[in-house]
Structures are given as C-alpha cells and as structure tokens.
C-alpha cells in the first residue's frame, strides 16, 4: 500500500471524509479526486504536527512550515473540504488512527511550532496582554502593509460602488461614507479608536475640515500617521496618540468633547468582558447628540466567538466576535440610540480579492521584507478570510448610534 492510500485511510478515520482533494505523499504516490487541487505531503513531519494538533491548527502549522503546500487554487481547495465536512462532529477512532499513522512512520514527538507563531502571557486582556496582542499584528512591518493595502492604508472593508471599481476608489468611497454617516462638518471633533495607519483621522481633517485624534497601540502606525501629517500640513488639525482606549478614557479633559466617534474594525481586539468599558468610553466621549459610527466583524450565533485556531496563533490573538444583535445590546445598554445597521459582508469578498490579487502578484517581495514563512501565514490568512465572508461564516456591519 502506497503512503498516499494509507494517508487517505487516515483521513477518513480521523475527519470521517473521503479526499476532497487529491493527494500527493512524499514518496510520489498520489491518490483522490484527478480535477482537485492537489494537497502535497513533503515529509512525516507534516503527519506528526496533525496527530498532535489534530484539526485547523495542526494543518496550519504544517503549511506555513512548508510541510504541506497546496498545487493550484488554494480557495478551491479549501471550499473543496468544507463542502466535504460532514455536518455532525465526527469521533475519530483513535486507535485506529495511531495504527495508521505508525504504519507510515509518523510517530514521534510533536515538532516544535513555527517561529510566526503568537505567544502571549498574562490574563486575557490586559493592558499589557493587549499590546502584545496587537504588536505582533500590527507591527510586522509599515512596509508589508504598504505593499498589500492601497495607498490611503486602509486595513477594513472597503465600500464599493461600481462595478469594476479600483480599491483605491472603494476605500475613499467607505471613508466619505463614514463621514457623510457622522455628518462631519469644519471645525468639529473627530476622535477615532483604534485608527489604524490613519486613513480616516487624514481623510476627515483633509476633506472635511475637522480636528481628528486618532488612537492607536501599535508605534509603527503612530510613526507612519506622524510622518503623513507633516507631509500634508495637517499638524494643527491631526493629532495621534500612543495610547490605550482604556487610559484614554480616563483623561477628565476627554469626556463630552468629541462631536463625532469612529471606530473601524477594532472592536473584535476588545474581548467581551472589555466591552462595556468600550462602549462606555466611546459614549462619554461625545457631547449630548453626538454620533457614533462603529465598523465591526460578527460571527453566527452558533460559531466560536474567537477566528479560529489559525487566526488566534498567527494574526489576531485574543479577537472575540459576537453575533450582530449582542453588539447592539451592548451599545444600548451603554445608552446609544442606534440609528441604523448597514452589512458589509459582500464589501469584504472583494476588498480581500484584492488584497490577495496584489499579495500573488507581489509574493516575493512579501517573501524579501518578513520571510517565507510569514508571507506564507499572509497566503493562509487572507484565502481563508475571504473565503469565510464569502460562504457567510462571518460579517461586518457599519452601526451608526447616538448619544442622545
């Protein structure tokens, strides 16, 4: 029996499928489906890392190693197994299992996990915890991101409006879109959570004509916003800080002084035992009649709050994402009047085929700037994200609110 037909019996008895691809084993023997994408074994290596890790992280591991690669669509490989999943849990028997996997010489210690791998310390969400959290997202690299986002540096859904539409165009489109939702006017108060590489803070400030505070944990986004203010003389209207959400909530001279609040896709850092306070200082912020608009992942109500077991080891430690309607019960209890709800989902499948477009065409220059290894949690990431909002696994919405 050759190593492929003992892998796929090893499939079946551990996730209960037949191959939904084709496989290829470190030996040359192939077996499943001949129009699949092919799943290729380089090493026993790959089959230790499943038998000790079984599921999403195991595999994850044994890819961005190079243990496991994927021959042609990678998408279509993933959508190939899901539609292979069987809709009950399947019990692995896991004798069985150990049988085969000695049987192929996979037996052994478990390999050590890859160095792009999160490893965080202290109680969950914590100041600390939570710096480290989003550093090791965040700060990868202001060149990385500057090479896979378009030029604004627009890391959420964009909005688009046309049909062919660059992602350049779609971005400035969901930013006017935000502000047109705040009714922004000159002279008003800005203040944005969580403001990333500073799209929206320069955007309102440049087009209309605000004073913006951007906050932000990460100091490579703080360095680039700073850099971009001076370039387009926006010192006296565009301030950004270093600066928790929380420590800046307890600043007396921040309550009531803001006219408008935005926060874009940072919630999901916060964590549900943090949510209040969220909410709360976003809500003490604004004066009296002031608007809120919040950018923000969900999940279904019967899907785990966090992304994964990929996404919480290699992108987004610590994320928690809730069904739509617990956000908006958090929102008002807080005391916000919520004004309206606008889903994004579809948005995002074409904001990430962009992203992935521009990551393919550009794979070796990601590969020079952090690593083969990296750019290959990078691939892993954004096909797999893409693919979740594509099949509806997860949302985002827009949810405009106001104090009253």
């Not at 202290?122 to 090791?136: K, P, S, V, W, Y």
């Not at 203010?229 to 928790?244: I, K, P, S, W």
């Not at 899907?303 to 430690?317: L, V």
């Amino acid at each position: 029996m050759t190593a492929a037909t003992r892998l796929a019996d090893l499939i079946r008895e551990g996730a209960g499928i037949d191959l939904p691809v084709r496989l290829r084993a470190w030996d040359g023997s192939e077996a499943g489906p001949r129009d699949a994408p092919v799943l290729i074994i380089r090493n026993r290596r790959a089959l230790r890392r499943l038998l000790w890790a079984p599921g999403e992280l195991g595999l994850a591991r044994a890819y961005v190693t190079g243990d496991v690669d994927v021959e042609g669509d990678l998408a279509e490989g993933f959508r190939s197994a899901w539609r292979a999943a069987p809709a009950q849990p399947h019990k692995p028997r896991k004798a069985r299992a150990l049988a085969a996997a000695a049987k192929l010489g996979a037996l052994g210690p478990p390999p050590k996990p890859p160095a792009s791998e999160a490893r965080l310390s202290g109680r969950l969400h914590t100041r600390r915890r939570d710096r480290a959290a989003i550093a090791h997202h965040y700060d990868l690299s202001n060149d990385f991101y500057q090479l896979l986002l378009d030029d604004q540096m627009a890391y959420s859904s964009a909005y688009y409006t046309e049909p062919d539409q660059s992602l350049h165009d779609a971005q400035t489109a969901k930013l006017d879109l935000i502000c047109h939702k705040l009714e922004l006017k000159p002279g008003m108060r800005l203040l944005d959570v969580g403001c990333g590489w500073g799209s929206l803070i320069l955007h309102a400030a440049q087009h209309y004509g605000v004073q913006a505070t951007g906050i932000t944990l990460s100091a490579q986004q703080r360095a680039f916003i700073t850099a971009r203010v001076v370039e387009r003389g926006l010192a006296d209207t565009v301030e950004v800080r270093l600066q928790d959400y929380r420590e800046f909530g307890e600043l007396p001279e921040a309550a009531g002084t803001f006219d408008a609040v935005s926060s874009i896709e940072m919630g999901e850092h916060v964590g549900q035992q943090q949510y209040p306070t969220y909410a709360a200082i976003m809500f003490d912020a604004l004066r009296p009649g002031g608007r809120l608009l919040l950018q923000q992942m969900s999940r279904r109500a019967d899907a785990a709050p966090g992304g994964g077991a990929f996404i919480e080891r290699y992108i987004a430690p610590d994320m928690h994402m809730r069904p739509l309607w617990q956000t908006l019960r958090f929102l008002q209890n807080e005391g916000f009047e919520v004004l309206g709800v606008e889903a994004m989902r579809e948005h995002y499948v074409r904001t990430v085929e962009h992203w992935i477009e521009t990551f393919e065409a550009n794979f070796d220059r990601f590969v020079a700037l952090q690593g083969e290894e990296v750019a290959r949690v990078w691939r892993l990431y954004l096909v797999g994200g893409g693919l979740a909002f594509e099949e509806g696994r997860m949302g985002v919405d827009q949810i405009l609110s106001a104090k009253p």
